[in-house]
């Protein structure tokens, strides 16, 4: 697994299309529940029109984005009632506070708890894990994305609020080849129920 230095390149590494497996702790109801889904991650490069937009929607100054991704995703979970479905796309930018870009701010256009646009705070710990932790008016998320290889990722997050929840995702990347691109589009499906 090559060094990840920078939360930029946690992001670089996790472009392409992934398999999730996942296991969410409803702790109200005291029970489990599986679900399955398809993500694709699509790096976006800092002068991106979508990502400038974005900064400018959080009043943040534009030339401080180093970078970001586009997500997409579609999949379901035991629960489900007929015909729902969990799918859909979000965009994240990254602003890093520190010279190492190992810390900063995570904007994305729809956030994990709540659908509105959110601002979160990203760092990458000494074991190259992404700590993404986000509030919210009414709960608070923490999730922890971390690579066994460069083909599975782990992912944990924690809901606490109005509903508290506690999930463990393994992500497998398909056709195990990494894409680097910083294009824009992606052609597959893809689905996390955490955004990314």
């Not at 679900?35 to 030339?63: F, K, T, W, Y």
């Not at 979970?77 to 965009?91: L, N, P, T």
């Not at 066994?148 to 393994?170: D, Y």
Request: with cysteine; charged share 20%; aromatic share 8%.
């Amino acid at each position: 697994m090559d060094q990840i230095d920078n939360a930029l390149t946690f992001f670089r590494l996790s472009a392409g299309s992934w398999r999730s497996q996942r296991t969410s702790h409803h702790l109200l109801h005291r029970r489990a529940e599986a679900g399955g889904s398809l993500i694709e991650v699509a790096m976006l490069s800092p002068d991106d029109p979508r990502l400038v937009a974005m900064a400018n929607l959080h009043n943040q100054n534009p030339s401080e984005v180093v970078g970001g991704c586009h997500v997409r995703w579609g999949g379901s979970m035991a629960w489900d009632k007929h015909g729902e479905a969990h799918e859909g796309e979000s965009m994240f930018a990254l602003i890093p506070t520190d010279t190492e870009g190992r810390q900063g701010l995570l904007l994305r256009d729809r956030g994990y708890a709540e659908t509105a646009p959110v601002a979160g705070n990203f760092r990458l710990d000494q074991e190259g894990s992404l700590w993404l932790t986000t509030s919210y008016e009414t709960m608070a998320s923490e999730e922890r994305f971390w690579f066994v290889s460069p083909n599975i990722r782990l992912r944990s997050s924690t809901v606490e609020g109005l509903s508290n929840t506690a999930s463990l995702c393994i992500e497998t990347r398909l056709n195990g080849d990494q894409q680097s691109s910083t294009s824009s589009s992606s052609n597959g499906i893809a689905t996390s129920l955490l955004g990314w």
